[in-house]
């Protein structure tokens, strides 16, 4: 998210911090951003996109030789394939992330990797596998890892290298906001800023394989039609530039289209007032992100006559909640990978970069109007 701490952080900004960052270490066991790996002991090494300080990734990240830990019983070792840069990641290396790894750190919270040996209590994985993290934190930007068999899940390998890589944040949290707010029915409408996003691209094509209609928000751009195209040809029902959401062609859109039970805000601001406006009476706008900086302004009007429900949602703490038992992420996985596989589910536009262009990839992805999540190739 690129929110600073404070926006996020609704309780005291450093108790919070610290309480997470110690729930996020232990649970994740975070072994390979953590210190003590970097130390020189080991004899296998990998290449990995440090940070020592935070500040800006293309500043602060190096790529560097570190030391492998040795593959415990009920551990695998992993070939990174491929992990995408998200905001997140940038937000984590400048410090403004809800949570933060002790430093040194390795940046990346996804991708997906390839495991090459297995320990000998482990039972769920084998050579040949791709998994993807469970959790944030655990630092993919690496050629290679060593991970606890329960910090990972595992994926079928006939999916597209970009899909897997992509699928652990993205699309499971357009899947649950899609899931866990409203009730929507085949016919029913959901509206969303930041259309283009890896988020939004993955809230299209799940909406429209529930048979949902989506109003799609994105800013104005020299290529508009040809991004409004290609939203279309994923599943989009319609595209509207931000500007035009206070025009009176929306009421014309309202004739043919009932109005959204949900709104999902990413980019915060006056994008999120204008999404509540078209509320029908009682829907909910739920915000996962704030890429405009920009605090939510709920109109009283909103709050009032149409008793809107204004809520926040985090795919961290929902796996976090849900790690006692696997079984609802493996669910939404399998439903995730079953849709990859009808070609009912692509990966975002992405940019493929190698492991040692990564300033380039860094660059790319603190630009605005890209349309194309930069994605390293191991
Ligand atoms: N809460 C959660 O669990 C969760 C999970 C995943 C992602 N997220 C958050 O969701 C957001 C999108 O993530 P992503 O990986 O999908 O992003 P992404 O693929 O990198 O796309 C970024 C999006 O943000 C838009 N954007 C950038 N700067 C903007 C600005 N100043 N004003 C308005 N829009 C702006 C871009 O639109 P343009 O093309 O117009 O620049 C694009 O649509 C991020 O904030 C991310 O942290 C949250």
């Known amino acids: 998210m690129w929110l600073p701490l404070h926006t996020v952080c609704l309780r005291g900004q450093t108790a919070c911090r610290r309480s997470f960052v110690s729930v996020f270490l232990k649970r994740s066991g975070h072994r390979d951003a953590n210190v003590s790996h970097f130390s020189g002991r080991s004899s296998k ?87 993807i993290p469970r959790d944030a934190g655990l630092g993919t930007w690496k050629t290679e890892a060593v991970f606890g068999e329960d910090d990972v899940s595992s994926l079928p390998n006939n999916i597209p290298l970009l ?43 799940i909406a429209a394989a529930r048979g949902i209609k989506t109003i799609n928000v994105i800013r104005d751009r020299p290529q508009f039609a040809e991004l409004s195209e290609r939203l279309k040809a994923i599943g989009a029902s319609y595209v509207v530039k931000e500007e035009d959401l206070r025009r009176p062609e929306m009421k014309e859109l309202f004739k043919v289209c009932q109005k959204p039970k949900l709104a999902l805000n990413g980019v915060g601001g006056k994008s999120a007032t204008e999404l509540l406006r078209h509320l029908q009476f009682g829907g909910s706008l739920v915000t996962y992100g704030g890429m405009s900086k920009q605090p939510v302004t709920v109109p009283v009007s909103a709050l009032i006559f149409k008793d809107v429900k204004v809520r926040g949602f985090w795919v961290t703490r929902w796996k976090r909640d849900h790690s006692h038992d696997g079984s609802a992420f493996r669910a939404m996985l399998d439903e995730l990978c079953a849709l990859i596989q009808q070609g009912k589910l692509t990966a975002p536009a992405c940019t493929e970069v190698e492991l040692q262009d990564y300033h380039k990839a860094l660059d790319a992805a603190m630009q605005p109007f890209t349309s194309s999540k930069p994605v390293l190739i191991m």
């Open 45 to 131: 090494s990998c290449q990995a996109l440090v940070y020592r300080t935070h500040g800006d990734p293309s500043r602060v990240i190096q790529l560097e030789n570190i030391d492998l830990p040795p593959v415990g019983a009920k551990d695998v070792l992993v070939k990174v394939l491929a992990a995408p840069i998200n905001p997140s990641d940038i937000n984590m290396i400048q410090g403004t992330y809800a949570i933060l790894p002790d430093l040194p750190a390795i940046g990346g919270n996804e991708g997906v990797a390839q495991v090459i040996e297995v320990g000998s209590l482990v039972e769920s994985l084998k050579a040949g596998d791709w998994v």
């Open 163 to 205: 899909s897997a890589a992509t699928l652990g944040v993205n699309p499971c949290t357009a899947f649950r906001m899609l899931s866990d707010f409203e009730e929507l029915k085949p016919g029913d409408t959901v509206i969303q800023n930041a259309a283009n996003s890896g988020v939004g691209q993955a809230v299209i094509q």
